[in-house]
């Protein structure tokens, strides 16, 4: 019996190694989250993007981690390109009176955003519209329109449809890129506007609805890159390039000292494996080493007893006039401190109409209690039957100022 259960010991270890092994060695799943953060290697982060940015422009890049609103309002020369680019820039109207000022001074603002603030929008006369694909796969084709790109379209296939703008102003504005999706054979290629320029003051500002173009799965795939380098060259290169990394979806930095631990596939089964054993070795040693809990009776109110103790005293030796006295003394203690009435004139009119209202009893019944106490104080011998009639009496009364 022994030995079968050292077998069925074994079979459970190595079952539980198994199922870790495997756990260890699955794919890590990708992480999909747009969080278009300049360190982040995940698909739609921007660390690519920063490291071109810093190599071809390796004097004029400065990465800004505070509000375009409190930078530009308390940082002093500011001159050069304010960019952008998240999956969805949303400026308070502060913050945008400030940026489109700066902007009128000779600057340039590159923001990429799938939507855009209705401010912004209606300052440019743009509105947005959404670009669907009517085919079996969610493929899209980005180009741009200056002759100087000969290079193919970029294709970008993780979306179901696309941000564009439905309608621009024509005199101010130049259509820099456009995407379309691929017809059927019996519908014609439509293309839709997605980047934008147009002066604003003695500045520019450049719109565009596709910001996963500047993210490291976009830029890594195929042929992309040349797509998202004709869109860096509206940049000027001449000042400083301002990056953003205030308005980001996903966080620049984890305050969590758990993040070291889960996020790194090692400490995480390390710190797994650490709560498993501490689990079980609760169960099992708690249950060799746990002790029985003794039962603790609570102590017990002995005033009843002492009460009626002293009571039966007193009946035994035929002292019913002291009784009587203790009786009536608990009784007018417990007029004053109950219905808060003065004791020391007990055939006073006022005071027994007091009483009466006081108690929610008839006068008459309180005339009668108040007469028999009177008259029991005097007596110096008090029979059972007077005593009884006493203490009746006087619990019909509790009751009455009770309300039962």
């Known amino acids: 019996m022994f030995k079968k259960g050292w077998v069925y010991i074994a079979i459970g270890v190595l079952t539980l190694g198994a199922i870790f092994l495997m756990e260890y060695n699955k794919p890590k799943k990708i992480n999909w989250f747009p969080s278009y953060v300049s360190h982040h290697k995940i698909p739609y982060g921007t660390l690519v993007l920063n490291d071109l940015m810093e190599k071809h422009f390796p004097d004029a890049i400065q990465q800004i981690h505070k509000p375009p609103f409190e930078f530009l309002t308390r940082t002093d020369s500011i001159k050069g390109t304010y960019f952008f680019v998240n999956e969805s820039v949303s400026f308070e109207e502060a913050e945008l009176n400030s940026l489109l000022e700066w902007v009128e001074q000779g600057n340039m603002l590159f923001v990429a955003s799938r939507s855009f603030e209705k401010k912004l929008l209606d300052t440019l006369h743009l509105e947005q519209g959404s670009v669907y694909n009517n085919g079996l796969e969610p493929l899209f084709y980005y180009e741009l329109v200056n002759p100087k790109f000969k290079n193919k379209p970029a294709t970008f296939g993780k979306d179901y449809y696309t941000p564009g703008f439905d309608q621009i102003d024509t005199l101010r ?28 003051g003695k500045g520019t500002i450049v719109l565009t609805s596709f910001p996963k173009a500047f993210t490291n799965y976009f830029i890594l795939k195929d042929n992309n890159q040349a797509y998202t380098a004709g869109l860096l060259s509206y940049l000027d290169s001449k000042g400083q390039i301002y990056m953003d990394n205030f308005h980001k979806s996903g966080k620049s930095f984890y305050t969590s000292p758990m993040y070291l631990f889960l996020n790194t596939k090692e400490f995480k089964w390390a710190y797994y494996l650490v709560l498993i054993g501490a689990l079980i070795y609760i169960i099992f040693e708690g249950k060799r080493k746990q002790r029985a809990i003794p039962i603790v009776p609570p102590l017990k109110n002995q005033t009843l007893a002492f009460t009626r103790t002293i009571a039966d005293m007193y009946f035994e030796k035929g002292e ?66 007077e005593l009884k009639n006493l203490n009746q009496k006087i619990e019909a009364f509790k009751a009455n100022v009770d309300g039962k």
Do not use: C, W
């Open 320 to 385: 019913l006039h002291l009784i009587t006295k203790h009786k009536i003394d608990y009784f007018l203690e417990y007029l004053r401190t109950k219905l808060h009435v003065s004791t020391q004139n007990l055939e006073d009119e006022t005071f027994l109409r007091n009483l009466a209202m006081r108690s929610n009893t008839d006068l008459e019944d309180v005339k009668a209690l108040i007469g028999m106490i009177s008259k029991l104080r005097t007596k110096q011998y008090v029979t059972e039957i």
């Open 173 to 200: 504005t130049t259509v820099l890129g456009q995407v379309y999706a691929q017809a059927d054979s019996t519908d014609t290629i439509t293309k839709h506007i997605n980047t934008i320029k147009q002066p604003f």
